[in-house]
């Protein structure tokens, strides 16, 4: 199965900070990765598909970029509604996998 | 207004089965490729199953193969989950999902299976 890496684990960070968070990938997966954000008691939340096109409705302050092993997830502005976890998917190969997760927590 | 509501959850001892269902509407069911996700209390997600809109395509999670069985009933706009040979570490929040073009846009609320003797 296709290892995802994500660092860090967890973050500190201010309303209004820029954000990057980075998946690897064991192998590599073209640009199949999607980014999740979920909040305690709700569904996740899909922010980026295919590494980096932005889903309907999502910030525009969410990016991601990356093809083949490395992928970044980035969050220009933070806002106070951001404070959550965030994953990485990647929808190459079966079994899909995901990143263990980073937590954005309120500096 | 689209709903994924799955249902059949709850407290089961090890060695046991259990099937989850997942009602879908407000979408189009039988071309949407439909997935299980769970969560473990306190950990992060986990990719558990999938199955295409036909049921020609499986996927299954290296922990759950040989032990659960996805499939689906597009006649009645539903996916299912049977899991049998429940461990304690089966015990999650289980997710139906749809999976789109554009990632997984629709979710269920969740289902909660605790295995435990």
């Known amino acids: 199965a296709i290892q995802m890496t994500q660092s860090p684990s967890s973050l500190s960070a201010s309303v209004g900070d820029r954000v990057t968070i980075t998946c690897r990938a064991s192998?590599?997966?073209?640009?199949?990765l999607g980014w999740y954000q979920h909040k305690p008691g709700k569904a996740p939340q899909v922010l980026i598909y295919?590494?980096?096109n932005l889903h309907s409705g999502v910030p525009s302050r969410f990016s991601g970029s990356g093809s083949g092993t490395d992928f970044t997830l980035t969050i220009s502005s933070l806002q106070p509604e951001d404070f959550a976890t965030y994953y990485c998917?990647?929808?190459?190969?079966?079994?899909?996998?995901f990143g263990q997760g980073t937590t954005v927590e309120i500096k | 207004e689209v709903q994924l509501v799955e249902s059949g959850g709850g407290l089961v001892q090890p060695g046991r089965s259990l099937r989850l269902s997942c009602a879908v509407s407000?979408?189009?069911?039988?071309?949407?490729?439909m997935h299980w996700v769970r969560q473990a209390p306190g950990k992060g997600l986990e990719w558990v199953s999938c199955?295409?809109?036909?049921?020609?395509?499986?996927g299954y999670a290296d922990s759950v193969k040989g032990r659960f069985t996805i499939s689906r009933d597009n006649a009645k706009n539903s996916l299912y989950l049977q899991m049998n040979g429940l461990r304690v570490e089966d015990t999650a929040l289980y997710y139906c999902?749809?999976?789109?073009?554009?990632?997984?846009?629709?979710w269920g609320q969740g289902i909660l299976i605790t295995v435990s003797s």
């Open positions: 998917l990647q929808d190459y190969s079966y079994p899909w996998t």
């Open positions: 192998q590599a997966i073209r640009s199949d």
């Open positions: 295919a590494a980096s």
């Open positions: 407000g979408l189009t069911f039988d071309d949407s490729a």
């Open positions: 199955i295409n809109w036909n049921s020609a395509s499986i």
């Open positions: 999902a749809r999976f789109s073009p554009s990632g997984f846009d629709y």
